[in-house]
Nanobody, 120 residues
């Protein structure tokens, strides 16, 4: 079992930056693929960025490429999302997700979410 807790959300003006952090506890997550998702009011939850357990592979939604950077520190059990050049359309609740496959079974864990609001 892994518990994920996000932090770093808040209110920022368009063009500003925020850094989200997700801290994992319960057991090591070094074998987990980690991701940040977001959900805006009235919209489905969508993938923002993901990173492999080694950190060597990353994926980004087209809408955030070049502005957001995902990183992880397996020694500290954290995964961060650096968000630059924020836009009002980035406003959403951001969720951290951990995924691992063990014994042929996929395990997925979610954090409680942190609100990001970008004002125009």
């Amino acid at each position: 079992q892994v518990q994920l807790v996000e932090s770093g959300g808040g209110l920022v003006q368009a063009g500003g930056s925020l850094r989200l952090s997700c801290a994992a506890s319960g057991r090591t997550f070094s074998g987990y693929r980690m991701g940040w998702f977001r959900q805006a009011p009235g919209k489905e939850r969508e993938l923002v960025a993901a990173i492999s357990w080694s950190g060597s592979n990353t994926d980004y939604a087209d809408s955030v490429k070049g502005r957001f950077t995902i990183s992880r520190d397996n020694a500290k059990n954290t995964v961060d999302l650096q968000m630059n050049s924020l836009k009002p359309e980035d406003t959403a609740v951001y969720y951290c997700r951990g995924q691992v496959i063990g014994g042929g079974v996929e395990y997925v864990y979610w954090g409680q979410g942190t609100q990001v609001t970008v004002s125009s």
